[in-house]
């Protein structure tokens, strides 16, 4: 079965960075576009950032823009989210989802996996 598990969050001081990864198994990997996405407490889930399925190509969110970026090693299934200048709004659990879709739009209903998600706190 498809499994996607991410690790790397924590507790960081705003302005600092971290580095989140997720491990897939179960699916040729190399097929599937991945994205990286969030849900903060009482909000919905949102997209981060997005990455083809060769790494040609990245997409990200304008709130994020400049300060995270994805990164795959199809040697490894795996992708990555190294983020940068933290900042307490991006609290939230972050989810990595697989899609065997393709083209720049990654909306969670388009996504056909899953992981469990990694929190990630960013004190002020």
């Known amino acids: 079965q498809v499994q996607l598990v991410e690790s790397g969050g924590g507790l960081v001081q705003a302005g600092g960075s971290l580095r989140l990864s997720c491990a897939a198994s179960?699916?040729?990997?190399?097929?599937?576009?991945m994205g990286w996405f969030r849900q903060a407490p009482g909000k919905e889930r949102e997209f981060v950032a997005g990455?083809?399925?060769?790494?040609?190509?990245?997409y990200y969110a304008d709130s994020v823009k400049g300060r995270i970026t994805i990164s795959r090693d199809n040697a490894k299934n795996t992708v990555y989210l190294q983020m940068n200048s933290l900042k307490p709004e991006d609290t939230a659990v972050y989810y990595c989802?697989?899609?065997?879709?393709?083209?720049?739009?990654?909306?969670?209903?388009?996504?056909?996996?899953w992981g469990k998600g990694t929190l990630v706190t960013v004190s002020s």
């Open positions: 989802a697989a899609d065997y879709g393709i083209g720049g739009r990654y909306h969670p209903q388009d996504m056909d996996y």
């Open positions: 179960g699916l040729t990997f190399s097929t599937y576009r």
């Open positions: 990455i083809s399925r060769s790494g040609g190509s990245t």
